[in-house]
């Protein structure tokens, strides 16, 4: 069966080779080391939408399981093609078209499609930057000209992209209506669904190394959120965390994250990868609650210093 619909060929033709360098610098906007990135950055100086932009950074672990487990499934093939042959370009353009514009590994759904989808609508959705509006013209323009250079390049097939976008608005329109019903675990939430298909992931590809170390992000990012709320606990003066029973499950479910992270891990694999599994949930773990941790130590000195300083 063939996923193709036969255009491609058409647009080879007219398409000038200079051509690959733009769609392979537009195409980046989808990638995994682009968005991680930029939902980073926004989790990190998004002070007022703090617990929004967790949200997104659990969505977007979400999204990479999803993409992970339906190319397991599906093991179809990337298309057998390319838009020029790397020889008939300049060589100073030649190292940036293979880094930028070739890929491996199976082609459905598109990851870069479902991963913008991802990203973009949930940025639309809860960053308030600018206009409601204008975000989404905005996340709609990205992930239309991210689909358009997946097929330019020859990477994927138009139903591809098609599934990738199909793929991950249905994640969303089944995480949304969630996170809007419960406003003050939106964090939490993404972190649970983040969780729970990186596990569903690692079943269905029997413990890839992809399954296995977002399986490591996604929980050590959900133990990392849990601290981080004990520590805004304390800043806001509740306690102690014995005699509050959210405090106190919080308390106890951040190490047993870890703990299943390395038992888990253990048997994934390679002890390599194990290892490299359990560092990365660390590091996600300190990425997320570092931020959050800072901050309330910041409030609670400066709540220190104002009775001297007013006196």
């Known amino acids: 069966m063939t996923r193709g619909i036969g255009w491609f060929d058409a647009f080879r033709e007219v398409a000038p080779d200079w051509s690959v360098v733009l769609l392979g610098l537009v195409t980046q906007l989808g990638d995994v080391w682009f968005l991680g990135l930029l939902v980073g950055i926004v989790y990190w100086t998004d002070r007022s939408d703090r617990d929004e932009a967790a949200a997104i950074v659990g969505i977007t672990l979400s999204g990479l399981s999803l993409i992970t487990g339906l190319k397991a499934v599906f093991a179809l093939p990337r298309p057998e093609r390319v838009l020029v042959e790397t020889g008939t370009l300049p060589e100073l353009t030649r190292p940036l078209y293979e880094a930028t514009a070739t890929a491996t590994g199976y082609g459905f759904p598109s990851g870069h499609a ?19 509006r204008r975000r989404y013209l905005g996340a709609g323009a990205i992930v239309t000209a991210v689909c358009l250079s997946r097929i330019g390049l020859g990477v994927h097939y138009l139903v591809d992209v098609v599934a990738g976008v199909g793929a991950g608005a249905a994640l969303l329109l089944l995480t949304w209506p969630l996170l809007n019903r419960y406003p003050a675990s939106r964090a939490t939430i993404g972190f649970t669904l983040a969780v729970g298909l990186a596990t569903v992931t690692l079943i269905v590809s029997r413990a890839t190394p992809d399954a296995v170390l977002l399986f490591g ?36 479910v951040a190490p047993l994250a870890v703990g299943v992270l390395v038992v888990i891990t253990a048997y994934s694999g390679p002890v390599s990868l194990a290892f490299r599994s359990i560092t990365l949930g660390a590091a996600a773990a300190t990425f997320v609650a570092v931020p959050v941790i800072s901050r309330s130590e910041q409030v609670r000195n400066r709540g220190r210093q104002a009775p001297s300083g007013s006196q």
Request: charged share 20%; no cysteine; hydrophobic share 50%.
């Open 114 to 132: 479902l991963m913008s989808t991802v990203v973009y609508l949930s940025l639309a959705e809860y960053w308030s930057v600018s206009t409601r």
């Open 217 to 252: 992000a996604s929980l050590g990012a959900f133990a990392g959120w849990q601290l981080a709320l004990l520590a805004r606990a304390r800043e806001e003066g509740r306690g102690p965390i014995r005699s509050n029973r959210l405090l106190t499950a919080r308390a106890i």
